[in-house]
């Protein structure tokens, strides 16, 4: 079991929004602003689209937005493109120096 | 362009040991703190240990300290992960990946692929 809660899955049709969240408690996500989205495709290494709560990395597209209320964030990614089809990681610092992933959320564009 | 290459994994025995290396180039290694992460099959991420830029903070996850250490050679760009005891539950892709800025990870490598069987 995952210490950040995921949905397992959400989908959405080329052209509209979806939004993941990620639980955690006021101990990690609540408590800090250092909450990170990973993206990863089959068989490739993560890559951050988040950083710091709702920064984007140089080089990822706008339509990737994020936000953050109480004990959960989340990630929203707009005009849904075929290529954003991948899983979604959520990570937060934890605390005592350690750091939380989610359990991954698998997004189906249809 | 910033590369980073994991490798020394293997097929391994439950209670044997191993080092895993990560060699970086493409950035000034010497820099920046750097951390393990692992992904058992079909699973999810799992934070395993960090360092600091200098050596001189290790960190690491709860259900691995003890039988993990990490370390790094600045001179050689080169980040490693010894594991000892090892598990069957230990087998996962391990990535090295650097720590772009207070706990954000970016550039991570492939992984290397360890396997704990009898």
């Known amino acids: 079991q995952s210490a950040l809660t995921q949905p397992a899955s959400v989908s959405g049709s080329p052209g509209q929004s979806i939004t993941i969240s990620c639980t955690g408690t006021?101990?990690?996500?609540?408590?800090?602003?250092?909450v990170s989205w990973y993206l990863q495709h089959p068989g490739k290494g993560p890559e951050l689209m988040i950083y710091e709560g709702t920064k984007r990395p140089s080089g990822v597209s706008s339509r990737f937005s994020a936000s953050k209320s109480g004990n959960t964030a989340f990630l929203t990614i707009s005009g849904l493109q075929a290529e954003d089809e991948a899983v979604y990681y959520c990570?937060?610092?934890?605390?005592?120096?350690?750091?939380?992933f989610g359990g991954g959320t698998r997004l189906t564009v249809l | 362009q910033v590369q980073v290459v994991e490798s020394g994994g293997g097929v391994v025995q439950p209670g044997t040991s191993l080092r895993l290396s990560c060699e970086d180039s493409?950035?000034?290694?010497?820099?920046?703190?750097m951390h393990w992460v692992r992904q058992a099959p079909g699973k999810g991420l799992e934070w395993v240990a960090s360092?600091?830029?200098?050596?001189?903070?290790?960190y690491y996850s709860d259900s691995m300290e003890g039988r993990f250490t990490i370390s790094r050679d600045n001179s050689k760009n080169t980040l490693y992960l010894q594991m000892t005891s090892l598990r069957h539950e230990d087998t996962a892709l391990y990535y090295c990946?650097?720590?772009?800025?207070?706990?954000?990870?970016?550039?991570w490598g492939q992984g290397t692929l360890v396997t704990v069987s009898s």
């Open positions: 360092i600091s830029y200098d050596g001189g903070n290790e």
């Open positions: 493409g950035f000034m290694f010497s820099a920046y703190s």
């Open positions: 990946a650097r720590e772009f800025q207070e706990w954000d990870l970016d550039n």
């Open positions: 990570c937060s610092y934890g605390g005592n120096n350690n750091l939380l």
């Open positions: 006021s101990n990690d996500v609540g408590s800090y602003n250092l």
